[in-house]
């Protein structure tokens, strides 16, 4: 161990080619004031705060009962597998079988196992940025070379395609969509997807893998999963799963759909890894997909309810301007005109003001200037945080004149 090195020597390089979270840093140092006596409002973690729906907690119950309690098999169960291939095909219009789908436990192993399935070493990945920081965690471990893709606020956090042309070479090998996206709660429409996969036709060898965990949760504008374009289907991997759309953050269930070459390694990467996902939770998704939806109606009415009011209450705080998300549960308010880097706000708001939330660089170097909002939690404790808010923007143009 060196002087200035706090990693021991005995530790592999490749794992220090990962990187964290900032959400679940800031949720610890949030929680350490709260042991302290400070009165924290929670706007930084990414999960609904509503209940798995009962519908499937009694399915999970009943699975244990039913003996669904050892394990499984490696790509699923094939009632889970049948019944996601079905659910793809209503709501995505991806053109899918059972043999197209593997369960994973959770959404990350999907960016995972997509990095070690398809990148080589020196192979160029481009990512959305700001967006979700696995991506470029992921992509260093496979010892690819990260190539941000700028969203910007100018253009409501869309991607510019023609910029996404040019960063495309000949070492391009997967490119990465997250719609709607974190952080922004932008969107990709249907004709920046129909872009693309223009821009792809005469480029067969790179992929895409598109992050889809958010898809139920759109409010405004249209868009299409780009697995949906008959010529795209066999190059594309679809992420998506249960936490955001059902409530089943801690559950860990997510699926892959992609072509069938690509399922078997998966297979082979769960043998040598997790060997299966839980049995009993594969029952409850089963029930979250075929039974009924109305748990996901009310939830996305009432994260619209408070996107709603929260944007346009962040719009009102003088130096402060918000685009309106499309989607997710996320705003990401620009808070540059008051001199202090994206951390150092959400610094100084957590300790000073009692809110937790995440800075924007921690999304990316193209998330500087911002912070991220999670509107995941109650109306009051959101019009709580705004008024904190204004009081320490206040303080902050005082401290400036």
């Known amino acids: 161990m060196t002087e200035?090195?706090?990693?021991?020597?005995?530790?592999?390089?490749r794992v220090e080619r990962l990187q964290g979270e900032s959400a679940f840093a800031i949720l610890s140092k949030a929680n350490e004031?709260?042991?302290?006596?400070?009165?924290?409002?929670?706007l930084e973690i990414g999960q609904p705060d509503f209940k798995t729906p009962e519908n499937i907690i009694d399915a999970a119950k009943k699975a244990m009962s039913d003996g669904y309690t050892g394990y499984?098999?490696?790509l699923g169960y094939n009632e889970l597998r049948e019944a996601v291939a079905d659910y793809v095909k209503e709501y995505k219009?991806?053109?899918?079988?059972?043999?197209?789908?593997?369960?994973v436990p959770g959404g990350k192993p999907t960016m995972f196992f997509t990095m070690l399935t398809l990148v080589e070493p020196g192979d160029e990945v481009i990512y959305p940025n700001p967006?979700?920081?696995?991506?470029?965690?992921?992509?260093k471990f496979a010892r690819g070379i990260p190539v941000p893709m700028p969203l910007t606020a100018d253009n409501d956090f869309r991607p510019d395609v023609e910029k996404l042309k040019s960063l495309i070479t000949p070492k391009t090998k997967l490119i990465i969509i997250n719609n709607p996206g974190n952080p922004t709660g932008g969107i990709f429409e249907k004709e920046d997807i129909l872009a693309i996969a223009d821009i792809l036709k005469d480029r067969p060898d790179i992929f895409v893998l598109s992050d889809e965990i958010y898809d139920r949760l759109m409010y405004d504008g249209e868009t299409i999963s780009i697995a949906s374009i008959p010529e795209m289907r066999d190059r594309t991997l679809v992420l998506d799963g249960f936490s955001k759309t059902y409530a089943m953050t801690g559950w860990r269930i997510g699926y892959c759909v992609a072509n069938v070459d690509i399922i078997k390694k998966f297979e082979m990467i769960m043998v040598n890894s997790v060997s299966c996902t839980c049995s009993f939770t594969q029952m409850a998704a089963v029930e979250a997909l075929k039974g009924p939806q109305d748990s996901v109606v009310?939830?996305?009415?009432?994260?619209?309810?408070?996107?709603?009011?929260l944007v346009n209450a962040l719009n009102e705080i003088d130096g402060i301007k918000c685009c309106?998300?499309?989607?997710?549960?996320?705003?990401?308010?620009?808070?540059?005109s008051f001199g202090l880097s994206s951390k150092e706000f959400a610094d100084r708001i957590l300790e000073e003001e009692g809110i937790a939330l995440a800075w924007g660089t921690s999304f990316g170097e193209?998330?500087?200037g911002h912070i991220r909002i999670s509107y995941a939690t109650s109306l009051e404790n959101l019009k709580e945080a705004v008024k904190r808010l204004k009081r320490f923007t206040l303080k902050l143009k005082n401290e400036k004149a």
């Open 4 to 13: 200035n090195d706090l990693t021991p020597d005995y530790i592999a390089e």
């Open 33 to 42: 004031l709260e042991a302290k006596g400070m009165n924290v409002i929670h």
């Open 72 to 74: 499984g098999p490696t």
């Open 93 to 103: 219009n991806i053109d899918a079988t059972k043999d197209n789908v593997v369960i």
């Open 131 to 139: 967006g979700f920081p696995i991506y470029e965690s992921c992509i």
């Open 298 to 309: 009310e939830m996305k009415n009432k994260f619209k309810e408070r996107r709603d009011w």
């Open 324 to 336: 309106m998300p499309r989607g997710a549960f996320y705003a990401f308010p620009d808070i540059s």
């Open 366 to 368: 193209y998330g500087e």
